[in-house]
């Protein structure tokens, strides 16, 4: 008996503590219906770059998505949103349980996919930040629905660049150095 009302406790705090992460993460992005199909061309001296989080894994966890110290992205899962990114050497990164990033060269004119993949741990909920393809950016454009920074967003964005973007720098390089 005295078990059974343990796991009952445990199970409903899980649940307030997923419903609230949830709704927090919510003041920091606009979220729009999968309908809306909001798409981006290249601008003169720019990469169009898109970011998707296709997965349902870890969905109370927070994703933040940039383009050096600019925020791409925040959101939940099945979710996509794009920028126009200045050609040259970019950084890429995540922030949320953990950072991931990496480096590359982007020329102005082309258009580039990006999957935040989520990976649930133990104690801790990794992302991952990795290219693909456009064919397999397709079927992301069909599960997600497009987000947009809220101002609150874009506001803790600049609190997050400023804390995390060394560490970002340091897991490129040591991504770099892997391959």
Same mark, same amino acid.
Not at 17 to 45: C, H, I, L, M, T
Not at 138 to 144: I, L, N, S, T, W
Not at 151 to 168: M, P, S, T
């Given at each position: ?10 199970l409903?705090l899980?649940?307030i ?15 729009? %219906? ?5 798409? =981006?061309?290249p ?12 997965a349902?894994?870890?969905?109370a966890?927070k ?22 990114? %200045?050609?040259?050497?970019?950084l ?11 480096e590359?060269?982007?020329?102005a004119g082309?258009t580039?996919?990006?999957k ?6 133990f104690?801790k ?9 456009a ?6 454009f ?10 609150? =967003? ?16 340091n897991k490129?390089a ?6």
């Amino acid at each position: 008996m005295h078990r059974s009302k343990l796991k009952n406790v445990a199970l409903s705090l899980l649940v307030i503590f997923a419903v609230g992460a949830s709704v927090q993460a919510a003041e920091y992005y606009n979220k729009f %219906p999968k309908n809306d199909e909001r798409r =981006g061309e290249p601008e003169e001296g720019h990469a169009l770059v898109y970011v998707f989080r296709p997965a349902v894994v870890a969905a109370a966890v927070k994703t933040w998505a940039f383009v050096d110290d600019d925020l791409i992205m925040v959101s939940k899962p099945k979710a996509y949103s794009f920028a126009q990114v %200045p050609a040259g050497k970019r950084l890429f990164w995540t922030k949320s349980e953990n950072t991931s990033a990496l480096e590359m060269d982007v020329v102005a004119g082309e258009t580039y996919y990006f999957k935040v993949a989520i990976k649930a741990g133990f104690n801790k909920a990794r992302a991952k930040i990795v290219q693909v393809d456009a064919e397999e950016a397709k079927k992301f454009f069909d599960k997600c629905g497009y987000v947009e920074p809220s101002d609150e =967003g874009l506001a803790r964005a600049v609190e997050i660049a400023a804390n995390r973007k060394d560490r970002a720098v340091n897991k490129a390089a040591e991504r770099k150095k892997k391959n």
